[in-house]
């Protein structure tokens, strides 16, 4: 799971749900959640910034150093945020599924 995220391309987010799914654990969103929460123990410059909710809402943004910081590295990136929501995420999605098979 950490390697498909060292993957997500710069600029681009993916969802909880859609490496769930290309693990094969469809149904199992909240926990691909809960491991991108500890991610930073194990490896630390992972881009977790770049994983979000099925919506692209900032979720996570609770688990890193400060609750502005998954904000500022996604807006670095150049993405567009408002109220903690990627504008125009259905084209900086990136699916794992299609994109790595």
Known sequence: MYDTVAQ???GRVTTYGAIARLIGAANSSRLVGYAMNE????????????????NGILTGKHH?????????LLESEGIQI????????????????????
């Open 8 to 10: 997500i391309p710069l």
């Open 39 to 54: 991610s930073h123990k194990f490896h630390p410059n992972l881009p977790a910034h770049r994983v979000v909710n099925r």
């Open 64 to 72: 890193f150093e400060s609750e502005t910081m998954m904000q500022e």
């Open 82 to 101: 408002i109220e903690d929501r990627i504008q125009n995420f259905t084209n900086l999605f990136w699916d794992p599924s299609i994109e790595l098979l």
